[in-house]
């Protein structure tokens, strides 16, 4: 794999207590820039936190909708990864989810 070198300005004091912070949480400067372009390539948008602290006058309400956004998708992407089918437009309601367990359940006793 061939590595990429990125350089960045900010302000010296930002630098300083991010590094503390990082360091306290056993982390590198390295690994969180690595972390977060690796949560981009997957998820193809940025944390919900990160978002509030980049656009920070969005109303709350936007906000929460961005973060319903982001649980749909990190559960596409998890049935995309796992290969697993996602679930139909018409999920079963009470009565036939009751209907289909109590059959199952009388087939299981040798009842039905």
């Known amino acids: 794999m061939a590595a990429s070198q990125m350089n960045i300005r900010m302000d010296n004091m930002l630098k300083q207590s991010g590094n503390a912070a990082l360091s306290s949480l056993g982390i590198t400067p390295s690994q969180a820039v690595r972390a977060l372009w690796e949560f981009l390539a997957i998820q193809q948008t940025l944390p919900s936190e990160l978002l509030r602290l ?4 969005e109303t709350p309400h936007a906000t929460e909708l961005d973060s ?27 009565d036939e989810l009751k209907d289909l367990a109590a059959a199952e359940q009388l087939e299981k006793w040798g009842l039905s």
């Open 54 to 57: 980049l656009h920070p006058k």
């Open 68 to 94: 319903g956004h982001e649980g749909a998708r990190l559960v596409a992407r998890f049935y995309e990864i796992t290969g697993i089918p996602e679930p139909g437009e018409d999920p079963l309601d009470y």
